[in-house]
């Protein structure tokens, strides 16, 4: 993973913990599943990363 991927991924969870933070602040209520939600979150870029790769690799 190059260092634009980590960099763009960095950027995408301070976003989502922005906002959480956010919700908690104006609600007052903290959601159980938010380790869920990073991880899912961060599984659905790595295969999208890993499906780009394979796509350029056979294009290139």
Known sequence: ???HQLRNL????????????Y???TSGIVVSDLIYKYIFVIGV??????????ISRRNG
């Open 10 to 21: 960095s950027i995408l969870l301070i976003i989502m913990a922005i906002f959480d933070i």
């Open 1 to 3: 993973m190059g260092n």
């Open 45 to 54: 870029f790595l295969i999208t990363c890993f499906i780009i790769y394979v």
């Open 23 to 25: 919700k908690y602040f």
